[in-house]
């Protein structure tokens, strides 16, 4: 592996873990915003779904602009949208300035800051044979930022209020632009041959069987992730478990996802990505089961969070493997674009409909449910995937 390839897939691992584990940060927010601005959780969780929605909406077009004009300007752009979102959220004096802030303005930056950008800007430069590692690595550098954003975030709450807390992550997330930097200037590795219109990559996508239900799939990861990252801290406060250990419950979700990216992006450099999908979704059914079986404390909130941890973002290596495995990566950030789409989607009901069900009947047990049988569904999703490249990319490499 070359020195500038070794720097860029380094700044994307910073970038990743800054603006992912950052976003993944959100849920601790939720009690003294709610209580300050008096909302109810219903609608924090609708701003949080608002964000994921918008964020999902926008990816496709930032993808596409990132494979025209390169990752760094979308995200100097998506950056300095993110910082100002949360900037004027810092000062929201109403539910109405919380979500055009924290909701709409960062959702919008999302899109340009995040992994999408990061796994297109590198997925065109690493080899084929090493994209899993590769991938795996950046993902399992949004968890370690989890790890280390969400009890730090936590922390700055306790100590200086969530206003001031959100200020200071606002001017933390203005050095995006400067990592972006490491991201230009390398060799893309996508075969030779006659360059392919959108139009013929757009059709091409929607008429192959596996990528409509790697995109269906992937819409129970985002309804999953969300779900836990918005409302787990409320649900083990509503259990008696204490603050400090249902922030670091998110935060050991961070921590062992760091292992589970690493080691299935690993692991599908070897064997059936869309087969690791299967016994990923299937593992968090399980997982989510026993949360509703086993007394919930301190000790049982950081073991579950150990356990989701592992599946946390491993889906995202494998996910964005089969696109790029499938389709090459001329067209990458477009394609994996729309798929993510479907992710942001699922945010959305995780996020709001957790809200709406704890408020409605005022517990999460109904949500939990969903997220067991959807976790099932997506299991099924995978399983008749076709993962063989298309006959297109062996005539171009030919």
């Given at each position: 592996m070359s020195?500038?390839?070794?720097?860029?897939?380094?700044?994307?691992?910073?970038?990743?873990?800054?603006?992912?584990?950052?976003?993944?940060?959100?849920?601790?927010?939720?009690?003294?915003?709610?209580?300050?601005?008096?909302?109810?959780?219903?609608?924090?969780?609708?701003?949080?779904?608002?964000?994921?929605?918008?964020?999902?909406?926008?990816?496709?077009?930032?993808?596409?602009?990132?494979?025209?004009?390169?990752?760094?300007?979308?995200?100097?752009?998506?950056?300095?949208?993110?910082?100002?979102?949360?900037?004027?959220?810092?000062?929201?004096?109403?539910?109405?300035?919380?979500?055009?802030?924290?909701?709409?303005?960062?959702?919008?930056?999302?899109?340009?800051?995040?992994?999408?950008?990061?796994?297109?800007?590198?997925?065109?430069?690493?080899?084929?044979?090493?994209?899993?590692?590769?991938?795996?690595?950046?993902?399992?550098?949004?968890?370690?930022?989890?790890?280390?954003?969400?009890?730090?975030?936590?922390?700055?709450?306790?100590?200086?209020?969530?206003?001031?807390?959100?200020a200071l992550l606002a001017v933390a997330i203005l050095v995006l632009p400067l990592l972006a930097v490491g991201l230009t200037g390398a060799k893309t590795s996508e075969p030779a041959g006659p360059r392919q219109s959108l139009g013929a990559a757009i059709w091409e996508a929607r008429t192959h069987s596996g990528y409509i239900l790697l995109t269906l799939g992937f819409f129970v990861c985002g309804f999953h992730v969300t779900f836990v990252g918005t409302?787990?801290?409320?649900?083990?406060?509503?259990?008696q478990v204490s603050s400090w250990a249902a922030s670091l419950a998110l935060g050991m979700i961070g921590l062992f996802n760091v292992v589970g990216a690493f080691l299935f992006g690993k692991l599908s450099d070897r064997y059936s990505k869309k087969n690791l999908l299967v016994v990923l979704y299937i593992?968090?059914?399980?997982?989510?089961?026993?949360?509703?079986?086993?007394?919930?404390?301190?000790?049982t909130a950081l073991v579950f969070g150990a356990l989701m941890g592992v599946m946390w973002l491993a889906t995202v290596p494998l996910t964005g493997g089969i696109v790029a495995q499938i389709f090459g990566t001329r067209y990458f950030g477009m394609l994996f674009g729309v798929v993510f789409m479907s992710h942001q989607f699922g945010a959305f009901g995780g996020a709001w409909l957790g809200g709406y069900i704890y408020d409605v009947t005022g517990s999460y047990d109904l949500m939990w449910g969903l997220s067991i049988g959807l976790g099932l569904v997506a299991a099924l999703l995978h399983w008749p995937i076709r993962e063989q490249p298309l006959e297109r990319l062996a005539h171009e490499t030919a």
């Amino acid at each position: 592996m070359s020195r500038h390839l070794q720097i860029m897939i380094a700044c994307g691992i910073l970038i990743v873990l800054l603006a992912g584990g950052l976003r993944q940060s959100f849920g601790v927010f939720l009690p003294p915003i709610a209580l300050d601005l008096d909302i109810q959780r219903q609608f924090f969780g609708l701003v949080i779904a608002s964000q994921a929605l918008l964020f999902g909406i926008c990816q496709p077009v930032a993808g596409l602009l990132a494979d025209r004009f390169g990752a760094y300007k979308l995200i100097l752009g998506g950056a300095l949208l993110y910082a100002g979102g949360l900037w004027f959220a810092s000062s929201s004096e109403s539910a109405l300035g919380l979500y055009l802030s924290l909701g709409l303005m960062v959702g919008v930056g999302l899109s340009g800051s995040t992994q999408v950008i990061v796994l297109g800007a590198v997925g065109k430069v690493v080899p084929e044979e090493r994209r899993g590692t590769a991938f795996g690595l950046i993902i399992a550098s949004a968890s370690l930022g989890m790890f280390f954003m969400v009890p730090g975030t936590q922390a700055l709450i306790d100590g200086f209020g969530w206003r001031q807390a959100m200020a200071l992550l606002a001017v933390a997330i203005l050095v995006l632009p400067l990592l972006a930097v490491g991201l230009t200037g390398a060799k893309t590795s996508e075969p030779a041959g006659p360059r392919q219109s959108l139009g013929a990559a757009i059709w091409e996508a929607r008429t192959h069987s596996g990528y409509i239900l790697l995109t269906l799939g992937f819409f129970v990861c985002g309804f999953h992730v969300t779900f836990v990252g918005t409302h787990l801290p409320a649900y083990l406060a509503d259990n008696q478990v204490s603050s400090w250990a249902a922030s670091l419950a998110l935060g050991m979700i961070g921590l062992f996802n760091v292992v589970g990216a690493f080691l299935f992006g690993k692991l599908s450099d070897r064997y059936s990505k869309k087969n690791l999908l299967v016994v990923l979704y299937i593992g968090r059914a399980i997982v989510m089961s026993l949360l509703l079986v086993v007394p919930i404390n301190d000790a049982t909130a950081l073991v579950f969070g150990a356990l989701m941890g592992v599946m946390w973002l491993a889906t995202v290596p494998l996910t964005g493997g089969i696109v790029a495995q499938i389709f090459g990566t001329r067209y990458f950030g477009m394609l994996f674009g729309v798929v993510f789409m479907s992710h942001q989607f699922g945010a959305f009901g995780g996020a709001w409909l957790g809200g709406y069900i704890y408020d409605v009947t005022g517990s999460y047990d109904l949500m939990w449910g969903l997220s067991i049988g959807l976790g099932l569904v997506a299991a099924l999703l995978h399983w008749p995937i076709r993962e063989q490249p298309l006959e297109r990319l062996a005539h171009e490499t030919a």
